[in-house]
């Protein structure tokens, strides 16, 4: 189950719980009232690939995941 921030409306301790989609409302472990559910959003930072010598295609460095799909592009090897 994935994680999510609760806070609670009267304490306001906040703490994180695995929970299902549809838990919305736990109880306070402080104080025994309701905790609701944070909207909060979580990025995934995707690093760029590192650098590689391209042997099959270009036969030169492609730096990085742009690099990469503009040598995609010129061989005419991608659809976007
Ligand atoms: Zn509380």
Do not use: N
């Amino acid at each position: 189950m994935p994680l999510y921030d609760f806070q609670c409306a009267v304490c306001a301790k906040v703490a994180e719980y695995s929970a299902s989609m549809s838990e919305t409302e736990l109880q306070c472990a402080l104080c025994g009232h309701v905790m609701k559910r944070l909207i909060t959003t979580h990025f995934t930072v995707i690093p760029d690939m590192a650098p590689y010598y391209d042997r099959i295609i270009g036969h030169r460095w492609v730096k990085g995941r742009k690099d990469r799909k503009e040598l995609l592009r010129s061989k005419e090897m991608t659809l976007d």
